[in-house]
């Protein structure tokens, strides 16, 4: 059954790392003292909690399942976004290529195997899902097949260090493992603490108590951040990391929210899942959008950067959902949004 509180947690945490990609060079330009770098700080620290939403959610919806079918878990989801992160990056590749910030030849395959930066999150997401099944089987005290797990130390273990043991390491072999490094298996923490969340009964207090946690969270943590940069002598996102405290605990407070709102009759449903759905081609394609806003002159500017930025958010988020959808419409596009 369609879960649209989860459909809104998702829609939300998209928001989030749209702001993030547009605000992030701004955020560095402007004066500390200004009152346009608190607003910034503020905003900036404000979406960080967005990414670990994405695997808290994969946990709700996967590790709560009484069963697990790894078939369709590794074919259907592990395999398709493996696929998506080469095929976007090859197309990234392509644009830098034409643009002539890119060399045809050994830095141009390069460039295809190390990807685009913002889809590192997609191999991080194959490797929580690669680790679903023990984790699954581990919660529910059920079994699993033992070759399941010497697949992932035979694949994951040797075959990736292995890659990396000639003599003079090959920079397209190292970039491959790299995408796949275990150093992204924390992520898999955030899905077990979404798994857990989810399958507890919150108090009908947690809609209100869950954004009040969020902002003092986000308060707290942006005079932290501004405090640190003025002691570096500039903007410094000492908190930003995914892992910093406050950011779990903005994600936390984000997902319990919605998850309260689950068993209310939640108006537009059906339009809520569909952009929900576009959430990941939203993701594939917001940095070719921002490169086009900005050669129409649509950019953030230091002389307004709070407004800029706003503007900037709000036509890209429009931009982005609009393609999306309508390239969901066409059989042939579908299977890359």
Not at 268 to 279: F, H, K, N, P, V
Request: proline share 6%; aromatic share 14%; charged share 10%.
């Amino acid at each position: 059954m369609r879960r649209t509180e989860l459909d809104l947690c998702r829609i939300f945490g998209c928001l989030a790392v749209l702001m993030i990609h547009a605000g992030a060079d701004i955020y560095h330009e402007t004066p500390l003292q200004s009152a346009s770098f608190a607003a910034l700080n503020f905003i900036s620290t404000a979406v960080r909690g967005g990414v670990p939403l994405f695997f808290m959610l994969s946990g709700a919806l996967f590790l709560s399942r009484p069963t697990l079918n790894i078939r369709r878990l590794l074919l259907r989801h592990a395999l398709r976004l493996t696929g998506l992160y080469y095929l976007w990056s090859l197309l990234y590749a392509l644009l830098r290529l034409a643009g002539g910030s890119l060399d045809p030849g050994p830095d141009f395959f390069y460039a295809v195997v190390a990807g685009h930066y913002h889809l590192w999150f997609l191999p991080a997401m194959v490797l929580c899902y690669l680790f679903f099944p023990p984790v699954h089987a581990a919660l529910h005290s059920g079994g699993l097949d033992g070759r399941y797990l010497l697949g992932l130390f035979f694949g994951l273990g040797l075959l990736m260090v292995n890659l990396n043991l000639t003599p003079d390491p090959a920079p397209l072999l190292f970039r491959f493992t790299q995408n796949f490094s275990l150093d992204y298996l924390p992520y898999l923490g955030y899905a077990v603490w979404g798994w857990w969340l989810a399958g507890r009964k919150l108090p009908e207090k947690t809609r209100w108590l869950a954004p009040l946690a969020y902002l003092a969270v986000t308060l707290l943590a942006a005079l932290g951040n501004r405090w640190y940069s003025g002691y570096k002598g500039e903007a410094d996102g000492w908190l930003f990391h995914y892992f910093s405290v406050p950011s779990f605990l903005q994600a936390s407070a984000a997902f319990c929210f919605f998850l309260s709102l689950g068993g209310t009759q939640l108006r537009g449903a059906r339009r809520l899942a569909a952009l929900s759905d576009a959430t990941l081609g939203v993701y594939l394609i917001h940095p070719m959008m921002l490169n086009v806003l900005e050669r129409f002159g649509i950019r953030v500017t230091p002389a307004a950067p709070v407004a800029s930025l706003l503007g900037v958010f709000l036509i890209l988020t429009v931009l982005c959902f609009a393609l999306t959808l309508i390239a969901r419409r066409i059989p042939g596009l579908r299977r890359i949004f």
